[in-house]
Nanobody, 120 residues
């Protein structure tokens, strides 16, 4: 029943900014962490960033340019992407990890992906 809804993608010029949003709904377990992955053309699927109670974490290539934040009450995360580069062009996927205490397991949810295109 759980779903992740993504928004905020689009196309910008090099150096521009976008903010991605991801809202989790229908998840009845405690959300442990939320974050973003991406896959660019001809590139591997890669982790970008995630946020949990211990803090926020970033892949090296986006450090200093991207900032992830969370609104726990709304089960929503945001990825502010500044100084975008053509290499940031990718489909971005939101990921949520939740703890199912009844089954003693983590459950992972994925968004459908949202396009980010950075043109030169």
């Amino acid at each position: 029943q759980g779903q992740l809804m993504e928004s905020g993608g689009g196309e910008v010029q090099t150096g521009g900014s976008l903010r991605l949003n991801c809202t989790a709904s229908g998840i009845l377990f405690d959300i442990d962490e939320m974050g973003w992955y991406r896959q660019g053309p001809g590139k591997d699927f890669e982790w970008v960033s995630h946020i949990k109670d211990s803090g926020a974490y970033y892949e090296d290539s986006v450090k200093g340019r991207f900032a992830i934040s969370r609104d726990k009450a709304k089960n929503t995360i945001y990825l502010q992407m500044n100084n975008l580069k053509p290499d940031d062009t990718a489909v971005y996927y939101c990921k949520t990890q939740a703890w199912d205490s009844s089954q003693i397991r983590y459950v992972t949810y994925w968004g459908q992906g949202i396009q980010v295109t950075v043109s030169t």
